[in-house]
Nanobody, 122 residues
Framework: QVHLVESGGGLVQPGGSLRLSCAASGRTFNNYVRGWFRQAPGKEREFVAYIGWSGASTEYADSVKGRFTISRDNAGNSVYLQMNNLKPEDAAVYYC???????????????WGQGTQVTVSS
């Protein structure tokens, strides 16, 4: 059975940092695009970042460019999201995903984790 499990969420003050991790099991995702999405209460799930299978290509939502960095460890079947200078508007449940296409579209990702909560508050 395939599982994507996120970790690393929590409560952080504005301006702080968190590093999210997503571990995969049940199959290898080395040839998949890995992405991060987030969903705030009352809002649609939105794209945050993706990274290509080799790690050479990345894309970010405009709202997180320059603050978030996505990376992957194919040996460990994992993907990470380093989040710096967090803002209250970054608060959401963050989901990792895997798919075959390097897109920002939710529907192109066939595998999803259960999410990890990020709260940004003083």
């Amino acid at each position: 059975q395939v599982h994507l499990v996120e970790s690393g969420g929590g409560l952080v003050q504005p301006g702080g940092s968190l590093r999210l991790s997503c571990a995969a099991s049940g199959r290898t995702f080395n040839n998949y695009v890995r992405g991060w999405f987030r969903q705030a209460p009352g809002k649609e799930r939105e794209f945050v970042a993706y990274i290509g299978w080799s790690g050479a290509s990345t894309e970010y939502a405009d709202s997180v460019k320059g603050r978030f960095t996505i990376s992957r460890d194919n040996a460990g079947n994992s993907v990470y999201l380093q989040m710096n200078n967090l803002k209250p508007e970054d608060a959401a449940v963050y989901y990792c995903a895997a798919g075959f296409r390097a897109t920002t579209r939710r529907s192109d990702y066939g595998y999803w984790g259960q999410g990890t909560q990020v709260t940004v508050s003083s």
